[in-house]
């Protein structure tokens, strides 16, 4: 693709998962004002936001590293990172197979872990930066047959609050996003076709929320963000 460095729109901001849902509807409200690449692992869906876009898998750590090395070396610059990428899992533990339990450990929890630790370098390089990582009021609540799903993201609570501590000194925000149930094909795609998604949030409204956490000034860090439907 062009090098479009001397064209830039406002931020440079890179979207895991951007292909679907939550993380497509973000990049399409950030790209209005920004240079937005989105990342995911169906080229047909990323060819379609017709943003640039890589092929990059969140569980494949070379993929991701080549990846983000391209991207840096065409745009020069990785303002603003959000780790969206994620699965779902329901379900008694028992009923669980040990395969969707690793595949929702290995995308949640070790795909945010992983491309953080890409990310990170480049934004010391360049002296600031900001990571969103996309959370859930799963990572601060709990309920039956949400083991798994509650496990992975109480692992990114507490990682996104360790790495904010870690890396805020040298000038990278990393800030954490709680939104509560949203009307996307999560569910349908991860064997519950038929979730009540009555008091779900609307995929705009809780992706208007990141947005707001992006546009606040470089010397702000927004601790943590949660939201949800009013009756959910
Ligand atoms: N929906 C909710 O109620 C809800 C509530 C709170 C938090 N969240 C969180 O919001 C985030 C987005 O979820 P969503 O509801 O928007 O789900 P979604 O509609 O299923 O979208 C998930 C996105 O993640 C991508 N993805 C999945 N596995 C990937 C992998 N290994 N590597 C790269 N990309 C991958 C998918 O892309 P491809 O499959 O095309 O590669 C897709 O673009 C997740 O972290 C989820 O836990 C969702």
């Not at 991701?64 to 533990?93: H, P």
């Not at 070790?110 to 930066?129: A, D, F, L, R």
């Not at 900001?130 to 859930?136: A, G, K, P, Q």
Request: glycine share 8%; proline share 2%.
């Amino acid at each position: 693709m062009e090098n479009t460095r001397n064209a830039l729109l406002g931020k440079v901001i890179v979207i895991t998962g951007g292909s679907d849902g939550l993380g497509l509807e973000t990049a399409k409200i950030l790209s209005e004002e920004n240079t937005v690449i989105v990342l995911g692992r169906n080229e047909e869906r990323l060819k379609a936001t017709k943003l640039d876009y890589y092929i990059c898998d969140v569980t494949k750590p070379i993929q991701a590293e080549e990846t983000i090395a391209k991207i840096y070396s065409k745009y020069g610059k990785i303002d603003c990172f959000i780790n969206n990428a994620g699965t779902w899992i329901v379900g008694k533990l028992e009923d669980n197979s040990f395969d969707k339990i690793s595949e929702v450990i290995d995308i949640n929890v070790k795909g945010v872990i992983n491309m953080t630790k890409i990310i990170v370098p480049y934004m010391k390089k360049q002296g600031n930066g900001l990571i969103i990582n996309v959370d859930s009021t799963a990572g601060v609540n709990w309920k039956s047959e949400y083991s798994v799903y509650t496990s992975s993201k109480w692992a990114i609570t507490g990682f996104t609050k360790a790495m904010q501590s870690e890396l805020l000194p040298q000038g990278i925000r990393v800030e954490g996003y709680y939104p509560g149930t949203i009307k996307t094909r999560l569910f349908a795609k991860n064997g519950l076709p038929d979730k009540d998604l009555t008091n779900a949030l609307e995929i705009n409204t809780a992706a208007k929320a990141i947005k707001f956490m992006v546009d606040q000034d470089d010397n702000v860090v927004i601790m943590e963000l949660g939201i949800k439907h009013m009756y959910n």
